[in-house]
Each structure stands twice: as C-alpha cells, then as structure tokens.
C-alpha cells in the first residue's frame, strides 16, 4: 500500500470524498475504515491520523456538503417572491447535478438513525 504524504487538508478531503463514493456506490451500512483506506491506497491508521471515528468522518462529511450546498440569492435581482423561490430551487438542483454523489448521503436514512450528530447538520 502506497501511502503518499500529503498536507492534512488534502488527505482529509479524500478521505471524505472517499467516504462519499463508498455510499453511494454501496450504500451506508456497507461503509468501512478500512474501504476508506484502500480506496484512497492508505492505512487505516492513516485514517485515525485525521479522523477518531467514523462518526467523525461522517459528520465533517455533513458539514462539507451542507457548505458545498449553501447558497446566496440576489433579492434585488428577482423581485418577487416567487422568481426567488425559482431561482434557489434551480440553484440547488445545479448543486446537486453538479455532485451527484450529496444524494447519496442525503437519502440514507441509516446514517440519520445512527448518528444524530449527522441528522441535525443536515
């Protein structure tokens, strides 16, 4: 197993976007430490470097995509209520087209029954 260095923001990022793939292509309940790491060429104990649990990966895993989901609407731009409510639905379905793996977290309701932390950052 190769396990090439790279600065911890980096690692932590493919750990999570690992993470990310893994339930999507197999669900929750088949997501493992050790999938993660031989998914991104790692030790396990590489990912105990920068995660405790997997809980903790699981809520940075929230966190990010509720950061990448966020968005700002221009109030002046569309003036009445409904042009605003158009223009965020539009720019949520782009963001979800766009990472069309946040659907996989998004509707495992696994994930919510065992960690609470996760459902209530969702």
Known sequence: MSEER??????????????????QEEGYTNLAIRKISNKIGVSE???YKHF???EEILNDLAEWIFEENQLSVDKAENGDQFEILKDI?????????ENQYFTAVLFQDEIFKEYESVKRKI
């Open 52 to 54: 405790n649990s997997k």
């Open 89 to 97: 639905l539009r720019k949520k379905f782009n963001i979800l087209e």
């Open 45 to 47: 104990a590489a990912i």
């Open 6 to 23: 790279l600065p911890s923001g980096e690692r932590k990022k493919d750990i999570l976007e690992a993470t990310l793939k893994i339930i």
